[in-house]
């Protein structure tokens, strides 16, 4: 089957930095695209950085110029850069990828098991 493992969170001071990975694995014939998404206690999830297999790009407006993502398309890996970041951004960052799997394993949507960012201030 298809996983997603999550890996870089922490506790990091305002302003510090972090870098979040993501690894697909499994029976994966292509993935179409990979993203983050980040809950709060109290608040709704919501889409942080998405990139496209071609490079396309999506950030959310509270991110834009602070937060980078990357892929490593032959890897099936995706990258957050975080920086400067804010007690805000404290939340569970749960990796997704869409994904075209082999025969026999379900195409769609695969989400990681999350990882905790904590920023201090």
């Known amino acids: 089957q298809v996983q997603l493992v999550e890996s870089g969170g922490g506790l990091v001071q305002a302003g510090g930095s972090l870098r979040l990975s993501c690894a697909a694995s499994?029976?994966?014939?292509?993935?179409?695209?990979m993203g983050w998404s980040r809950q709060a206690p109290g608040k709704q999830r919501e889409l942080v950085a998405r990139?496209?297999?071609?490079?396309?790009?999506n950030y959310a407006d509270s991110v834009k110029g602070r937060f980078a993502i990357a892929r490593d398309n032959a890897k099936n890996t995706v990258h957050l850069q975080m920086n400067s970041l804010k007690p805000e951004d404290s939340a569970v960052y749960y990796c997704?990828?869409?994904?075209?799997?082999?025969?026999?394993?379900?195409?769609?949507?695969?989400w990681g098991q999350g990882t905790q960012v904590t920023v201090s201030s």
């Open positions: 997704n990828a869409r994904i075209v799997a082999v025969t026999l394993t379900p195409s769609g949507d695969y």
């Open positions: 499994g029976s994966i014939f292509s993935i179409n695209s």
């Open positions: 990139i496209t297999s071609g490079g396309i790009t």
